[in-house]
Every structure is written in C-alpha cells, then in structure tokens.
C-alpha cells in the first residue's frame, strides 16, 4: 500500500518544486513536503521563502524544507546520494570528538567517496585520491574537496532542472 501511495507524493512534491520555477503566488501549499508530525506548528510554507530557493541552491540548502524538497526531486532523477553526501559533510564538520571523527570519516569514505561504494558520488579520479590519502590523517576539512565538486555538480546541473523540468503550478 505504501508503494503505491509513493508515486503520488512524488508527484504532488513534483508539482510544488515546480511552482519555484514560475514563482506563482497561488502555490503556497507546501504540506506534503513537511516531516510527518500530528501536530506540527508549521503548515504551510511562504511562497516567499519557496521562491528565494529558486533563486539561490545555498539558500535551498540552508532550509531544512528546501533540503526535503531537493531531496525529493533527486530521487525522482536517482540521484540522491549527491545530496545525502553533502549533508553527512556539513554534519561530520560538527564533529567535536576525536575518536568519533576518524570512524565518522572513515564511514562516510566507504559509503560515498570510495569506488564501488554503495552510495558512489561522481567525482573526479584526483579528487578521489586527494580525499583516500586525507583518510590517513581524517580532520574536519578531509572531505572539502570533494564536498565542493559534489556542491558545484549539485548547483550546475540538479539544482536548474529541478527549477525548469518540475511542471506547472495548479490553478
């Protein structure tokens, strides 16, 4: 039953994603991105802050509902583990504890930036290395090249088509 209700949220996130690109007034509804929660303070999101996301990817990723609604459109184009790894990158540098920041980057290296890793992101042969040879000596700037070719990828190509290839608002 969940499966097949899946599609339709897509859609519907689909829709909402595209009313960004026309910065439509009448699409302020932004329900259906919004964590499950029965009672949640925030029911719908301002078209105004909506619209700032197509107007800037760092503003889009400085929303915790502009990161749902990118995160959604990414699966839709099998994608996500761009996203995923930019995020694991902004929370590893918030990392405080010595001993958890070696296994934290050695975790994130295996599932993102290693090849073959189950969540392989796309970046360059040098990149690659230049980040293997910083898991010797793991600190909180080990991934930051990396984290910023998978940002500019994100910015150059996800980030226009989720604006242009999302549809039209509903009237």
Do not use: N
């Given at each position: 039953m969940a499966a097949l209700l899946m599609p339709r949220r897509n859609k519907g996130m689909r829709t909402r994603l595209g009313c960004l690109s026309h910065k439509s007034d009448s699409c302020s509804d932004f329900t259906a991105?919004?964590?499950d929660k029965p009672n949640r303070a925030l029911k719908r999101l301002s078209t105004e802050e909506a619209t700032r996301w197509a107007d800037s990817f760092d503003?889009?990723?400085?929303h915790k509902y502009g990161v749902a609604a990118f995160r959604a459109f990414l699966k839709t184009e099998f994608s996500e583990e761009n996203l995923e790894f930019w995020l694991a990158c902004e929370e590893f540098k918030k990392t405080r504890s010595t001993a958890k920041l070696v296994s934290k980057a050695h975790r994130i290296f295996e599932e993102f930036v290693d090849v073959q890793a189950p969540r392989e992101v796309n970046i360059d042969f040098?990149?690659?290395e230049a980040t293997r040879k910083n898991m010797q000596e793991p600190s909180l700037t080990c991934f930051d090249q990396a984290q910023g070719k998978v940002h500019s990828l994100m910015e150059k190509d996800s980030y226009p088509s989720s604006r242009?290839?999302?549809g039209r608002c509903p009237s």
């Open positions: 991105i919004l964590p503003v889009l990723l400085s040098q990149t690659r242009k290839d999302l």
